[in-house]
């Protein structure tokens, strides 16, 4: 099994970011939003996992992430995307790293 670990981004009441790391190299982002009952969240990962690799991610992520959260739960959605990351974006005073013309 892959050495995946998660550093906290954002938290809110109701939500939670998290960077999603592979042997300490970023691979993702995590962002999880709560209800009184489920617990939904999407996953951006790299191209380059495989559906092993990602089922493998997202049981990690249930035993180390969402029980932690400390919400009880009926159900755990995940909406997985898969692709690149092509930089942040954001307004000129914040000061993202992904292209110069801000939002």
Known sequence: MADYGFERECRTPYSEV???????EPI????????????HATLCIDESLTQEAIQELIECIDDE??????????EFIIHV??????GVFSNHEFGG???????
């Open 97 to 103: 790293n992904g292209g110069s013309g801000g939002m």
């Open 65 to 74: 992430v969402v029980d932690v959260v400390g919400v009880s739960r009926d």
């Open 28 to 39: 993702g982002r995590l962002d999880i939003h709560l209800t009184p009952s489920v617990i």
């Open 81 to 86: 995307h898969q692709g690149r990351d092509v």
């Open 18 to 24: 998290y960077t999603v790391l592979e042997e300490d």
